[in-house]
């Protein structure tokens, strides 16, 4: 029986530690399209869960303009283009 509990109680805290970085992360993109800026406390949480508030934004129509260009030259076909920046980001 005890197990039970603690497994309920391990599932309610992983629920409850998702829904407090949704809402953090939240804030965190709302104050950054409002100032442009991340401040010293968001930057480190955003650092421990490897996300910024841009990471939430469409792509730029000119970055999507060098992914297509990109595809032309190397004739590889990506699935999207945040498959194209991850392999960008690798090299």
Same mark, same amino acid.
């Given at each position: 029986m005890e197990s039970i509990s603690i497994k309920k109680l391990n599932l309610n805290q992983e629920v409850l530690a998702k829904a407090v970085i949704k809402l953090m992360k939240q804030d965190i993109s709302q104050?950054? #399209?409002?100032?442009g800026e991340v401040t010293d406390e968001d930057w480190e949480f955003c650092?421990?869960?490897?996300?910024?508030?841009?990471? *939430?934004?469409?792509? #730029?129509?000119?970055?999507?303009?060098?992914?297509k260009k990109a595809l032309k030259e190397?004739?590889?076909?990506?699935?999207?283009?945040? *498959?194209?920046?991850?392999e960008l980001d690798s090299k």
């Open positions: 104050r950054y #399209k409002q100032i650092e421990q869960i490897d996300w910024h508030p841009v990471d *939430e934004f469409p792509p #730029k129509p000119e970055h999507i303009e060098l992914l190397t004739g590889k076909v990506y699935s999207s283009t945040e *498959e194209f920046f991850r």
